[in-house]
C-alpha cells in the first residue's frame, strides 16, 4: 500500500537531525586525526602552497596513494573556509549528505514507503562508521557517494533501461575512480555481471557493459585529470597510484593493517551499530529473495569477500558494501525483532562507552611502548563529569525508547541511533582527540613559538605539519633544530646521535615530544 506523498513534520525533523548529529556535529572542534586525515590535509596544504594541481606530495614527498579529485575538492573548500578543521572536513560532510539523500530516495523508489526510506537513510547517518567517513577529511564519504549512485542507478537500469540512467551510471565511475581509483569500476561491474546472470539476461549486461557512449562519458571524467597528467609528462604519478599502491596494498598488510579471513565478520557489528540486530534479518532474505534482495546481497557479498582476503584491512572499507544492507535494514522496518532485542547491542554499547571513565584506568599498560601508554594515560584522565552525564542521559533516553510501549521498534531504533551518534560525537571523540591529537596540535604551536626549524623523527603523525602550516622533514636533528617525536623512538634517537649530543624537551604531553638538540656529536 502506496504511503502519502508528504512527509510528516516528524520525519522532517528526524532526517534534519540525523544529518546534522551524523555528519556536521562537532566537525570544526575537533582536532583532525592521524593518521589519514593528516595525510590528506598536509596533502592538501602542499597543494595550495605549491599550485602543482595534478600531483600530490606529503612533507615534500610524493603521495601516491590516492587521485585527484578529493585533493581537489579540500582545496577549494580550505579556500573558502581556512585551513581548518571545517575546511577540510566540508567535502567529506557534504558527500555524506548526499549519499544521504541519495539513499533515501533511491530506497523510497523502491519500497514506495517513507518509513523504509528513513530507517535506510538513517543507517547512513547514524551507523558508527559511516558517521565517522563523513566526519573525516579523508576520500572515503566522497568514494561512497559515487559508488551508491552507481550502483543504485544499475538496479534502476535494469527495472526501466534509459539512455539518462545508463549514462550516469558511467559518470558516477569515472567519478569515483578520480576518488580512489579502480574499485569504482570494478565493483558495478563485477556486480552487474553477477547479477544479469542470476536473472538470465547476459546479453542485457553485455549492451550495458559496452556501450561505446557510456564509455566516452567515463573516460571524459577521468581525462580532467589524465590529459593534464599526460601534457605535462607526469604520467608516472598515475602508474605509481594504479599499480605500485593499489596492488600492494591489496596483496601485503601496510601499517599493520590486515589481513584475517576473519576481520569483516567480527568487524560488521560494530560498523552498522546501532543496526546490528537487523542483521540476520537481512542474511535471511536470501531464503525467498526477490530481484532487489539478489542484487542487494551480491554487491555486499562481493565487498565483503574481496576485502576478506585482502592484505590491508581497514574498517572502512566494507562501507563499500554496506548501503546495500541500510536499504534492507529498511525493506524490513516492519518485520524488525521484538524491540528489546532491537536496541539490545545499542544498549550495551552505550553502556559500554558511559563505563569507560572507570575501566580505561585498569587497562594494563605497557612501559615498553611509551607512546600509546601515554595516550591510554591522558585519555583515562580527560573523563569530565560532563561526559558522565551525557552518557547517563543517552542511556536513560535509550530505555525510556526502549519501554515505552506507543514508540514502534524502528522508530526506537532510529532514536537510539541518534542518542548515540550524539555520546560519539560531544562525549567519546572530544575524550580520544585530547588524548592522541591535542597533543600533537599542541606540540605544533610550541614549534611555531620557539620559531626554529623542526624535523621529525621516524613519526608520521601528519597533523602536526598542518598545525604548524610548515613541510617537516623526516630526518636527524642538526644542531640548534627542534625535532618532533614519539616517546618510544626518543632511546633510538638518542643512540643514532650519540650519547655527547644532548636533547633538551621543549614540550612533552601524551605520547610525544618535541626536543631541541643542543651541540656535541
Known sequence: MLEQDRLTSGQIGFLFAAILIGFWSNLWAVPLFDLDEGAFSQATSEMLASGQWLTTTLNGEPRYDKPILIYW????????????????????ALCATL?????????????????????AAGAVAVSVMSSVIGHAA?????LNLWIALSMLDIYRHWQEPTRGRLLRVYLWMGLGFLTKG???VALPVIV???????????????????DPFGWLVFLATVAVWMVPLALTGQTDFFFHFLFDHNLTRYGSTLQGHGGKLWYYAAALPLIVMPFTALLPGAFARLRKPDPLDIYLLLWFGFVFAFFSFSGTQLPHYLLYGCTPLFVLFGRAWDRLPAKFWTLLPVLLFTALLASLPWVLPLVPIDTNRPYEAGIVSLAASSFTLDYTILS????????????????????????????????????????LAAAQQVPVQEAAQRAKEIGAPVVSYRTYLPTFSVYRGEVTPNRLPEPGELVFVKLDRIPDLQRELGATVTLIPEFKKGGVALLLRQGGG
Do not use: N
Open 73 to 92: 575538492a579540500q582545496s577549494l573548500s580550505v579556500m573558502v573556509f581556512g585551513k581548518t578543521e571545517l575546511g577540510f572536513r566540508f567535502p567529506s
Open 99 to 119: 549519499w544521504f539523500f541519495a539513499v533515501f530516495r533511491a530506497t523510497f523508489a523502491l519500497t514506495s514507503s517513507h518509513k523504509a526510506a528513513m530507517v
Open 138 to 142: 579523508i576520500a572515503d564519504a566522497m
Open 182 to 184: 579502480p574499485i569504482a
Open 192 to 210: 552487474s555481471l553477477a547479477f544479469y546472470l542470476s536473472q538470465r539476461q547476459p546479453l542485457r549486461w553485455l549492451k550495458a557493459v559496452f
Open 392 to 431: 547517563g542521559l543517552v542511556l536513560a533516553a535509550i530505555l525510556v525508547l526502549l519501554f515505552k510501549k506507543s514508540i514502534a521498534a524502528w522508530q526506537a531504533l532510529l532514536g537510539s541511533g541518534l542518542a548515540l551518534a550524539m555520546l560519539v560525537w560531544f562525549g567519546v571523540i572530544p575524550v
